[in-house]
């Protein structure tokens, strides 16, 4: 049996308020997933964490800056599927720096405490003077990949000792989370044997070891139900997981019996709406699985931020219906409107969720391009924006954009050649997308203008033997009143 995989609370919820800071004035900046036992960290003094929590594609997101030295920090953390080797690291490194080089940037391929490591500098963008070094480095352990970012305007040959410096630094450690606060780190929790029973629910649902994970997690739902104790979140967690550990283990009568219970303490959540009609739906039973699906999607907007609404035509449990009539008949009436579509909702469609930015990505022909990279670049406010838009010449006004501006989030189109940015505050933003063309461009490294972006095709093949195709859009305002559509075609 397949149940969509429950959200893990973000590392924002492990760590207290009072013990970010202290993190911070330590210099040890650390990023994981919760639940698990695995975190990375680095020695950055003098960094303030601007971002650390979930990111797009199920990453953990880290954003820090160093206001005295003008040097900024990221670093994802990413799961993956299999073993994480050092192998695919040296080979993501390589397929970044071929990007670069095919835009005919100066870069240089080393290693750095173990570490497949490259760098450039960005001398200026658009006769705009930054001097920007850009340094990169991927390491990896288990099953967890860290991509780490660090780069500093007006570099210069001094400021590299304390760049490398980090990235000497960063390493994984197996250890429990251990920051002050933390309610995983103490042994007992001085939130009470409810949070201990969690956490080593979690520790072992985490390690895929779902049979064992039933035992503590069940004895926190039961001593929550005698006193409850936990936050809101924390309590979706449990009944997600211990539900769906019942469930992965075959025992559809208890996680029935879990995702009733989550639902009588909070009804909007959707996620146990949707569990629930995964458990009947194995039970083969429509009738029930129906109005649980439907409930699920009514309430699609109350998911726990970072969290992804899963898709029911991809989902084990549903795969016996998909070609029943009735079940896709059903799921038409409340799917959302597709991607790269403006105006009202259809009719029939489920306008209930969050406004969003959202496109396409089609080749001629209007065919799909899949597995593009999407970023959603930031700006502090309209001023920056057009400072952006305006590609100035002024080296004042190139280090001013480096300090008003950023990269959001990364996603990947999916096999439509959709993409969507959720959860998004007001703002202005801008799109970039990266992806692979087949056939040889006319000429290059060349540039074009389609449809108000800035197209860059590689002159030579990267590592995949594909041309890497970067296309840059023009900034816009997002009011979150509405979606917003920014679909690129070329």
């Not at 967690?237 to 208890?254: F, Q, S």
């Not at 306008?351 to 080749?363: E, N, Q, V």
């Not at 010449?393 to 940015?421: I, P, Y």
């Not at 959720?422 to 970039?432: K, L, N, T």
């Amino acid at each position: 049996m397949k149940i969509v995989p429950a959200f893990f609370i973000s590392l924002a919820l492990f760590v207290s308020a009072s013990s970010l800071p202290a993190q911070e004035a330590s210099g040890v900046l650390r990023i994981s997933f919760p639940g698990q036992q695995d975190f990375f960290e680095l020695r950055a003094p003098g960094f303030k964490v601007e971002i650390n929590g979930p990111y797009a594609g199920g990453r953990q997101y880290l954003l820090a800056t160093n206001k005295a030295t003008g040097v900024t920090l990221s670093v994802f953390l990413e799961r993956s599927s299999g073993p994480a080797t050092m192998a695919e690291c040296q080979r993501s490194v390589q397929r970044r720096g071929q990007m670069y080089l095919a835009q005919k940037k100066d870069v240089h391929f080393s290693e750095v405490h173990g570490m497949p490591a490259m760098e450039y500098l960005e001398e200026e963008v658009a006769g705009v003077r930054l001097d920007q070094l850009h340094l990169f480095a991927c390491t990896a352990q288990g099953h967890l990949y860290a991509d780490i970012h660090i780069s500093k305007v007006e570099f210069k040959t001094a400021d590299r000792e304390a760049m490398l410096a980090i990235l000497n630094s960063a390493h994984f450690s197996s250890a429990a989370v251990a920051a002050d606060g933390a309610p995983c780190a103490a042994k007992p929790s001085p939130l009470g044997p409810v949070m201990d029973n969690w956490c080593e629910g979690g520790r072992l649902y985490e390690a895929r070891r779902y049979q064992e994970a039933i035992a503590p997690y069940q004895k926190a739902l039961d001593l929550e139900k005698q006193k409850p104790a936990l936050s809101p979140t924390f309590f979706r967690v449990l009944g997600d997981n211990l539900g769906m550990a019942y469930g992965m283990t075959g025992d559809l009568k208890h996680a029935k019996e879990v995702f009733e219970y989550g639902i009588s303490r909070d009804p909007s959540y959707p996620l146990f709406h949707y569990n629930l009609a995964c458990t009947y739906a194995e039970m083969d039973d429509l009738d029930r699985t129906l109005p649980e699906l439907g409930l699920a999607y009514k309430y699609k907007q109350n998911m726990i931020p970072g969290e992804e609404f899963p898709n029911p035509r991809t989902d084990d449990s549903f795969q016996r219906y998909m070609k029943n009539p009735r079940f896709l008949d059903f799921l038409k009436s409340v799917e959302p409107q597709p991607a790269g579509k403006t105006g009202p909702p259809q009719a029939g469609l489920d306008s209930s969720s969050p406004p969003a930015i959202r496109g396409t990505l089609l080749r001629p022909g209007s065919a799909a391009i899949a597995g593009a990279q999407v970023t959603l670049q930031a700006f502090s406010d309209e001023a920056c924006a057009k400072l952006f838009d305006l590609r100035s010449d002024s080296a004042e006004d190139a280090a001013k954009l480096s300090r008003c501006s950023r990269d959001l989030f990364t996603v990947q189109t999916n096999e439509k050649g959709e993409f969507v940015f959720a959860g998004i505050q007001p703002g202005w933003y801008a799109v970039r997308f990266l992806w692979n063309i087949e056939p040889k461009p006319s000429s290059g490294p060349s540039a074009d203008h389609i449809s108000g972006f800035l197209v860059v095709y590689a002159a030579q093949r990267d590592v995949s033997g594909r041309y890497d195709t970067l296309s840059q859009g023009p900034t816009f305002h997002f009011d979150a009143g509405q979606d917003y559509s920014i679909s690129f075609k070329y």
